[in-house]
């Protein structure tokens, strides 16, 4: 299967969200819904796909490593997969264990039947509950953090699997979105402070749950509102029914969705996300502005704050950099060489507007650095004048441990450099970050030190719940359990 990240191609310097979700109830042939809504939310998880149906009677699974589309465009893999209710699943993953069995939904035979989930997050306290539940007699086959959800509605003593789960979610900190498929019916949660997104939407009776709102534009549905933070939703033959079994807290929504993560075309918050990202490049040409020749984004993350740096600071906008939508992983291992070229076949200069300009180069973001080197080089390579490099979010200085592919600390350029340091290292003449508040207010905030609105420990350090893992000395196996899913 087609997966992305040719050689060392420029994504392998980009954080990335590890996963989408997608569930629906009450349509016919409920798999081939929730295959085009992962379809749709390929960019949250590129590396293995997932589908459990429900027939009324008998659960079905397929999973795959690979691509949605040549996994499941197949006649006889969708026939596979009856039933009216369904919960599917992409997966990212870049370190640790790359392997079928953490690919998800997980399924497993509970005392009263099926349960299948796909979990959109990431457990900070994963590590000790399975050790207590290891203790306990419990088996893992995966190494994977959400089966320990599993394990713990299976050990709980509470009446229905509602119960079981609600119980099992009081157990947990960190970040979820889940869908979960039991006899009982689909139900979607989200955490208590909503850090990963969930939205619900209806497609004639059925009712839908998705990642993002392009997954439910897809498949022709309406978007009918966002999961609240905490609430748990049901829906089955008797309706549709909302709890909100948690403890009130204030929400903290990744910022990084409206950075880097959605698809432009996505509402988050209530927002057009393209209409944020062109917002954030406006309030980064008024924070950091340059005299220059073009405003070159770096695609294709880097276009709508391109365009907004462009309108704000009167610079022409201009596609510098031209990307091939059509490279794959190879299937044979190069030279150390041909590997090194590789991060051309999927992006290029446009030379003969390059040449002689003085150019400024619009990214999301800065983790590694090894993209901005490259991407720099290949602006002086073409004969730009001079080269300024503008990041659409603050320094990236701290792990995430909430479901983001996130190097560890020490990886982090930022985090280990100033920015006139860094600005030497990948050789630009110029390099600024959009500030902590100018991200807010693009979003249309005013940050609360004291209680952020939204969860931005990747650019400040102030995480919203306890890191038990990491507390407790265990952060290699945090960040291990975070990429093996």
Known sequence: MLTTNPFESLDGDKLHEECGIFGIWGADNAASFVALGLHALQHRGQEAAGVTSYDGAHFHSHRAMGHVAGNFDRDEVMRRLPGRAAIGHVRYSTTGETALRNVQPLYAELNDGGFAVGHNGNLSNAMKLRRTLNRRGSIFQSTSDTEVIIHLVATSQAASPTDRLIDALKQIEGAYS??????????ACRDPLGIRPLVMGKLGEAT???????????????????????????????????????????????????VYFSRPDSIADGTSVYEVRKRIGAELSREAPVEADLVVPVPDSGVPAAIGYSQESGIPFELGIIRSHYVGRTFIQPSQEVRHLGVKLKHNANSALIRGKRVVLIDDSIVRGTTSVKIVQMMRDAGAREVHMRIAS????????????????????????????????????????????????????????????????????????????????????????????
């Open 178 to 187: 889940l869908v979960v498929l039991t006899e009982e019916g689909l139900i």
């Open 394 to 485: 603050p320094p990236t200085k701290f792990s995430c441990f909430y479901g983001v592919d996130t190097p560890e600390r020490a990886k982090l350029l930022a985090a280990q450099m100033s920015v006139e340091a860094m600005a030497d290292y990948i050789n630009a003449d110029s390099l600024a970050f959009i500030s902590i508040d100018g991200l807010y207010r693009a979003l249309g905030d005013n940050r609360d030190p004291a209680q952020p609105q939204r969860c931005d420990a990747c650019f400040t350090g102030d995480y919203p719940t306890r890191l038990t893992d990491v507390e407790e000395n265990d952060p290699a196996a945090t960040l291990a359990l975070a990429a093996a899913r």
């Open 208 to 258: 839908i749950f998705a990642s993002e709102t392009v997954a439910l534009d897809v498949i022709g549905a309406s978007f009918i509102r966002e999961i609240d933070p905490g609430e748990l939703v049901i829906v089955n033959g008797s309706g549709i029914r909302s709890f909100c079994p948690f403890a009130k807290a204030d929400p903290r929504p990744c910022i990084f969705e409206h």
